[in-house]
């Protein structure tokens, strides 16, 4: 987490205020929107989270080596995202002029796009608004930005630590809608309601599990419920349901829960992947943010191993955000080759090597996830699936048996 939880009654006072403040009309300011951070929350790898009432939400900002700054983030009054870059260096930029410049990022495509010139206390900058908030999510997991005007390069950025800064946004956000649901209650009347203990119903943080058992088992990673004192489930159309902590292995990172529900299905745990297999991961990645019914990629067995040859784990190329933890890595008839617990810090390893990895993400072996179960008893099925599936069919199947845990 960004903050403590010492530090959030003061936030979420002060996001009330700031709500109230944008309520009666402040927010109107959005006309001549400019750059600024007008609190500071907090610092996650090397970006600065805080909250600005021009922009009417919350807002990152990093400055790099060429010293470009890239700001981001999103519009507190409807689902929309921002994005902007700013140089001391780029003189000709002159505010309320458009101009169209090309993102190349890597892994993610190309955007060519308006924006528009703003001023800052000490520079200008270039904005875009009203984004689709996934369009910066895709920026911000791209690894490096190329930045285009007429053809010539003006900024090429790493991005690093940017989806730390994307969590860190959702996080704010979260805290942003308690305030605005206190609907006209003052800062002192927000701060006393949190002294006395009314505890908001956002969950902490969120990840993956699926279900192992039709007693209503779950697995999932031991980090994404370590820490948790409250433990929920929501199945896609479901309802959240509580779920107990029935075992932990911090070594391998798993842990088992149970809930108090039937699943519609459940799946063959698969002990012998193979490299170059399909393999389907379905999750519930960045939530708040993406599609709540859960999110589905593809991709390949890359290695038979993890880091430094960690022979209880697989490295897969299929795409996994933060949320994916604890997820399910599925072979093309839908049993469990792999159980998603990690992805390469990219950046770290560009900065030593000069170049970027990509797509290489780690998930636990499925006999190791079996020996787990198996020493705390639970029964899985045994019959593997033997029906090559076409991924939409993965998918719905997955479906059946996966859902987001949330960790308060």
Known sequence: ??????????????????????????GEAQAGATLNIDEVIGKTRGWTIGLSTSMGGCIAAATYEDRTTVWMGFSSTKSKAFFGLSNPKW???????????QLTARGEGRWRGDFKGVQ????????????????????????????????KTIAQLSLSGSMAAIEALLDCQKDLAIAARSDGRSTEAAGTTARDGVKSDEPKSSGTGFFVSERGHMLTNNHVVEGCKVLKVVAVGDAARPAQLIARDATNDLALLKVDATPKDVPALNPRP??????????????????????FTVGNITAAAGLSDDTRMIQISAPVQPGNSGGPVLDQK???????????DALVV???????????????????????????????????????????????????????????
Request: proline fraction near 2%; include cysteine; aromatic fraction near 8%.
């Open 1 to 26: 987490m960004l903050r403590s939880t010492r530090h959030r009654i003061r936030w979420v006072a002060l996001l009330a205020l700031l709500w109230l403040c944008w309520a009666v009309g402040l």
């Open 91 to 101: 003189k000709s930029i002159v505010p309320g002029e458009r101009y169209e410049l």
């Open 120 to 151: 800052l206390s000490r520079e200008n900058a270039l904005l875009a608004e009203d984004l689709v908030r996934d369009f910066v999510v895709d920026i911000a997991r791209a690894g490096a930005l190329f930045v285009l005007y007429e053809r």
């Open 274 to 295: 193979r490299v170059g297999d399909s393999v389907f991961v379905f999750g519930f990645p960045l939530s708040g943010l993406l599609a709540s019914n859960g999110n």
């Open 334 to 344: 839908g049993n469990i080759v792999g159980v998603v617990v990690s992805k390469l």
């Open 350 to 408: 560009a900065s030593a090597i000069k170049d970027m990895p990509q797509n290489v993400n780690f998930a636990i072996k499925s006999a190791i996830a079996q020996n787990f179960l198996d020493t705390n008893g639970i029964e899985t099925r045994s019959e593997l699936k033997d029906k090559a599936l076409e991924p939409a069919a993965v998918a719905d199947l997955a479906k059946n048996f996966t859902a987001r845990i949330e960790c308060r």
